[in-house]
Every structure is written in structure tokens, then in C-alpha cells.
């Protein structure tokens, strides 16, 4: 769920569990999007794509349903979906609004919650759930604002999700990756800056790649995960390590 283009955080991961032998179903929102998917997909070999509208109850059944009819069950779900009027995405989180505020922690938070309920059911054998966050969730980022409250929000969910669900064998974990060139992240204010900084910076003096966080979720997708649960996996070329930014830099 929320693959947008062939540089999407979501594809990567979907290239690499492909790779892995991995039967896909493609979510998207809209016809505009639907056309970019259904070549990336097809290249893949699936032609089950499903048109969502997280913030829509009835079309959450109707995925869902579909989802049921065609599979009986599911193995995995990846969460890839985020959410925040890009114009409060520069400037002051002091003046996020209240109306982006609620759509932004429903559609980046709530949908993976919504998602995790509805999959677990379709999830007999345990399973994996996976979705995406950023460092912004717990360090301050220049113009992330809203978006860094509803990923710490997400993060949280993903520990109450996972303690809930263990029980049913189903893991649920986040990715963490550091700033990466996608439709999502162009969107926030001084992103190639961020990009160039975090790059120069990290002890490994590079971003991540879409193999790196697409393998990652091979990891936890698969049996090698199967005692990873709760967890937040950073993918940032060690980033978020440092307290300062390097000698050269300072």
C-alpha cells in the first residue's frame, strides 16, 4: 500500500520481496495513480491492483474483501502510506491546522491501525506487518512538523499493535529510513538540503537506497523475522547515531 512512482519507498520493498517469490496485490487511490501502478505492477508479474480509500470505511471493506476472495489469506501487508497538505510542510508547526492535524494522524496513523485490524483477520498462521516512519518522529526535523507528530504517533501504534497481536503470531514492526528522493519526501520544505546534509553526515556518508530498506523488509516480511517484533528498524546509514554533525561540517 502506497506505492505513487518507480522511485516510491513502496517499491523498492515491492521489488525485493518480488525478487524473494512473493505474490503481490497493489492498493492505490484514483485513476491518476492507477495508471502509474498498473505498469509497475505488471512488471512484476501481478495484475491485482485495488483501488483504497483509507479515510472510507466501505472502501476498506471492498479491499479487504477482494483481498479474501482471491487469496483466502495473507502472509505480509506493507503500510506506505503518509499524509499532510504540503503547504504546512514549510514554516512553523506552531501553525499547523486543525483540519490538516486530523487528516494527517488519521491518514498516516490511523489507516495503519485500521489496516493491521483487517489484515489480522485474513492472518490464520501469523503474519507480518510492516509500515514506514522517519527520525522526525522523535527529533526535531526542519519542516517535517505535523508529519513528525503522526509518525510518532505511528510508532507508538506499532507497539500497542504488536502486543495486541502476538499472541496471534503476527508481527508488526516500522522501517526508519533517512531522507530519500521520493514524491513524499520532495514535498517537505528544504528536502535536497536535508537530503545533502544527512548524506555528508552519517558515519556510513550515505542515504539510504531503495535495496537497503527493500531487503529490510525482506528481513521482517520473512521466517527470518520471526522474533522481531515492536520494532523500529532504521535504515540511514547510521544517521541517527550522531549528536553533532561531523568535524568537516561544523
Not at 516512519?133 to 526535531?140: A, L, M
Request: hydrophobic share 40%.
Amino acid at each position: 500500500m502506497g506505492v505513487a512512482n518507480d522511485r516510491s519507498i513502496a517499491w523498492g520493498i515491492a521489488k525485493a520481496l518480488h525478487a524473494e517469490g512473493a505474490e503481490l496485490a497493489f492498493s492505490y487511490q484514483g485513476e491518476a495513480f492507477g495508471k502509474r501502478v498498473e505498469p509497475l505492477a505488471a512488471s512484476l508479474g501481478s495484475d491485482f491492483l485495488v483501488d483504497v480509500d483509507v479515510m472510507n470505511d466501505a472502501s476498506m471493506d471492498a479491499c479487504f474483501a477482494s483481498l479474501k476472495d482471491r487469496w483466502g489469506s495473507l502472509d505480509f501487508v506493507v503500510h506506505a502510506i503518509a499524509f499532510s497538505d504540503k503547504t504546512e510542510l514549510t514554516g512553523r508547526f506552531i501553525n499547523t491546522s486543525r483540519e490538516n492535524f486530523r487528516n494527517s494522524l488519521t491518514i498516516s496513523c490511523y489507516s495503519f491501525i485500521d489496516v493491521a485490524k483487517r489484515a489480522s483477520e485474513l492472518m490464520p498462521d501469523g503474519g507480518s506487518l510492516i509500515t514506514l516512519t522517519y527520525q522526525g518522529s522523535n527529533r526535531v526535523t526542519p519542516f517535517y512538523n505535523v508529519m513528525g507528530v503522526a509518525k510518532a504517533a505511528l510508532e507508538s501504534s506499532v507497539r500497542y499493535l504488536a502486543n495486541d497481536l502476538g499472541p496471534q503470531q503476527i508481527r508488526v514492526n516500522a522501517i526508519s529510513p533517512g531522507p530519500m528522493k521520493t514524491l513524499a519526501g520532495a514535498a517537505i520544505g528544504g528536502a535536497r538540503k536535508t537530503f545533502k546534509t544527512t548524506e555528508a553526515n552519517a558515519p556510513l556518508r550515505a542515504n539510504a537506497t531503495l535495496e537497503a530498506v527493500g531487503g529490510t523488509a525482506v528481513y521482517l516480511a520473512s521466517d527470518y523475522g520471526a522474533c522481531t517484533t515492536g520494532e523500529i528498524v532504521t535504515v540511514d546509514g547510521g544517521y541517527h547515531v550522531l549528536g553533532m554533525l561531523q568535524p568537516e561540517n561544523l
